[in-house]
């Protein structure tokens, strides 16, 4: 939070040069249609973030700060147009100036240049929605009950984070189909795996170690059977096939 303390504007939209003592106070400003208070508004806006609202959103397409900003009479001049404001941080209990010009609006002079300052500054200019037209109040009276949420993301400059939200929404479902998809694949590898699993027989893995004890074959009677003869239930072989007869031997 912010007070202001002065500010000097000159030749910012329908204004030439004007001085502004505010006192650290509230205050309201009220005028004739024409002369000039949404300019005072604007060239605040101005100073503090470096844009204007007005200028900006839906229903702005081809107006331009560098262009729209400065006064008429000084459209191919936007050095001459800037805005210097004194403020005072209640949190710091310091007071600062900022001066911002149209040519240069991302190039605030700010005076003094100490961390604090700027970073409160830098916190202000990085939420423009210190203010609001009355255009913006209306549009958000009169729009459809169904698309207020999206006009509060417009009226608070939010934009963009509803934009980076959709975006992270999207990538999560995607991953989390991918997660799925290869969840499901290595289950059923897991599943095709365990399907070519032999399962040994007890009483076939006893008998072949009696016989080979004695007869150094498996007991078939089948020449070429040797000591590390193994067969199972389903009588497929374990270890190797019979060297002679290449036939599978079940119990």
């Given at each position: 939070?912010?007070?202001?303390?002065?500010?000097?504007?000159?030749?910012?939209?329908?204004?030439?040069?004007?001085?502004?003592?505010?006192?650290?106070?509230?205050?309201?400003?009220?005028?004739?249609?024409?002369?000039?208070?949404?300019?005072?508004?604007?060239?605040?806006?101005?100073?503090?973030?470096?844009?204007?609202?007005?200028?900006?959103?839906?229903?702005?397409?081809?107006?331009?700060?560098?262009?729209?900003?400065?006064?008429?009479?000084?459209?191919?001049?936007?050095?001459?147009?800037?805005?210097?404001?004194?403020?005072?941080?209640?949190?710091?209990?310091?007071?600062a100036t900022l001066t911002r010009?149209?040519?240069?609006?991302?190039?605030?002079?700010?005076?003094?240049?100490?961390?604090?300052?700027?970073?409160?500054?830098?916190?202000?200019?990085?939420?423009?929605?210190?203010?609001?037209?009355?255009?913006?109040?209306?549009?958000?009276?009169?729009?459809?009950?169904?698309?207020?949420?999206?006009?509060?993301?417009?009226?608070?400059?939010?934009?963009?984070?509803?934009?980076?939200?959709?975006?992270?929404?999207?990538?999560?479902?995607?991953?989390?189909?991918?997660?799925?998809?290869?969840?499901?694949?290595?289950?059923?590898?897991?599943?095709?795996?365990?399907?070519?699993?032999?399962?040994?027989?007890?009483?076939?893995?006893?008998?072949?170690?009696?016989?080979?004890?004695?007869?150094?074959?498996?007991?078939?009677?089948?020449?070429?059977?040797?000591?590390?003869?193994?067969?199972?239930?389903?009588?497929?072989?374990?270890?190797?096939?019979?060297?002679?007869?290449?036939?599978?031997?079940?119990?």
């Amino acid at each position: 939070m912010i007070k202001l303390e002065h500010a000097h504007i000159e030749e910012v939209r329908g204004i030439r040069k004007l001085d502004i003592d505010f006192q650290k106070r509230t205050f309201a400003i009220s005028g004739p249609n024409g002369s000039g208070k949404s300019g005072v508004i604007d060239a605040i806006e101005f100073g503090l973030t470096g844009q204007i609202g007005r200028l900006m959103g839906r229903g702005t397409k081809g107006l331009s700060l560098s262009e729209h900003g400065p006064h008429v009479d000084k459209t191919k001049f936007p050095d001459a147009a800037f805005v210097e404001l004194r403020v005072f941080i209640p949190a710091l209990k310091k007071s600062a100036t900022l001066t911002r010009k149209v040519s240069e609006p991302n190039k605030p002079k700010i005076v003094p240049a100490d961390p604090d300052v700027l970073a409160a500054l830098a916190e202000i200019a990085d939420h423009p929605e210190i203010t609001l037209s009355r255009r913006e109040i209306l549009r958000f009276i009169l729009i459809e009950p169904t698309k207020r949420s999206e006009e509060i993301q417009t009226i608070l400059k939010l934009e963009d984070i509803g934009q980076t939200r959709a975006a992270l929404n999207t990538a999560q479902n995607r991953l989390l189909t991918a997660q799925k998809a290869a969840a499901a694949q290595v289950q059923a590898s897991r599943d095709s795996d365990e399907s070519r699993r032999p399962i040994i027989n007890r009483s076939c893995w006893l008998s072949f170690t009696a016989f080979a004890r004695k007869d150094r074959h498996c007991g078939t009677g089948l020449p070429g059977c040797g000591p590390r003869r193994l067969c199972h239930s389903r009588g497929q072989l374990r270890r190797r096939q019979c060297l002679s007869t290449m036939r599978m031997v079940r119990t």
